[in-house]
């Protein structure tokens, strides 16, 4: 497609700016206009269709991520509008096809990933594993294109539909042993890729929080409250109750979405802070209501270091400090090192491989100009000199690395850039 004339003028006027870190500079010009070159379909009824890169479905996690650095162009961009607010319409869309699903096809094609998943699949679905992330990364991007462009013409009956079946899951799954009718099993060997107990997962106790079966990394949770996700799930509700108060006058709907963020938010502090004898009270990963709990992190957003990306606090708050150096520890068990690079890597790629996403998260969450020189460093140095972000590599090797087209990691290092250059950092 067309690059908008926002994105267009921007991309030359960073060539100058980086005009003195030539590698940067091809890097950048690479990776910020990725989505919109490789991954972005305008369809004829006026919605935005953006698939992931070298799989030709549409995650709603992947396409909010894959937009958002294009956010602060939008504004008086009509063209950008289009682009985002058709993305916006089609997500709501599908939210309402059926708002357990994390991936979907363009059109009711019938395709799957794999088609014998035991899961209640129908013709729209590319996947269907449950990630609470799925529910509120659409959210977050309706509320911020609002907020960033004064439009409201994406606050549709679809819109609404979407957004209270998005709050009727979240009270559903604070009850998943009881009154939930997800399941999900897969044919494999591989543990991350199923759920256990008949498609169930292991049995969870009622915290306040809310369920999620799959992580943002597409495997399987190892206890059904994922911290970060809750997390997030008290930023989203929050914009849940200013749309339904302001846009729908919904005052039974704000009532519900705040009722439930309060909810979420206190089993938060009750269940999902630990005291560590290393590193004093953190936030674990995951846990399952029964004093059990995953004290790990993964690359995925959101995680443990995106806690202030995503907005929950912020990045000086004590008890995230704590978590921030235990994630980027040996006591993480993903976390690794090598002669190129050092972070978070993931279950989901091989054992050792650090992710180019993490390593952008980490430094757009730090709050030291130096850690982040390094980190941008240590990314430009490990494309492989292909030009792009990759998912994993391996950081003595990192012409050993996953996903050689995968538009969602380079809209994250084309982020990090925007706001390195906004603080003088490049």
Known sequence: MTIPASVSRYLDQTDERLAHRPKLQRLFRNTFPNTLETTTKLMDDGTTFVFTGDIPAMWLRDSTEQVRHYLPLAKDDPELQRIIGGLIARQMFYLTIDPYTNAFNETASDAHYRASDDCNLNPWMWERKYELDSLCFPIQLLHDYWQTTGRTDVFTDTCYRAITSAVELMITEQRHMERSPYHFIRDTHQETETLQNEGRGLPVNYTGMTWSGFRPSDDACLFGYNIPNNMFAVVVL????????????????????????????????????????????????????????????????????????????????????????????????????????????????????????????????????????ELIDMLIDTDADTGYMHEGFHPDDPSDFSRPWFAWSNSLFAALIVKAMDRGLV
């Not at 339904?244 to 502090?269: F, W």
């Not at 004093?291 to 004590?318: E, F, H, R």
């Open 238 to 373: 929050g914009h849940i109750r200013q749309i339904a108060t302001e846009i729908y006058q919904d005052e039974r709907l704000a009532a519900r979405a705040d009722k439930l963020r309060r909810e979420i938010d206190y089993g938060i502090r009750a269940y999902g802070i630990v005291n560590h004898p290393k590193y004093g009270q953190i936030y674990a990963y995951e846990t399952d209501g029964f004093g059990n709990y995953c004290l790990m992190d993964d690359a995925g957003t959101p995680g443990l270091i995106s806690i202030p990306y995503i907005g929950y606090v912020g990045a000086d708050d004590p008890i995230y400090q704590n978590t921030r150096r235990f994630a980027l520890s040996f006591d993480n068990p993903f976390y690794f090192e090598g002669k190129h690079a050092r972070g978070i890597g993931s279950p989901h790629t091989p054992d050792g491989y650090v992710w180019h996403m993490a390593l952008s998260m980490q430094a757009l969450t730090s709050q030291d100009d130096d850690e982040i020189r």
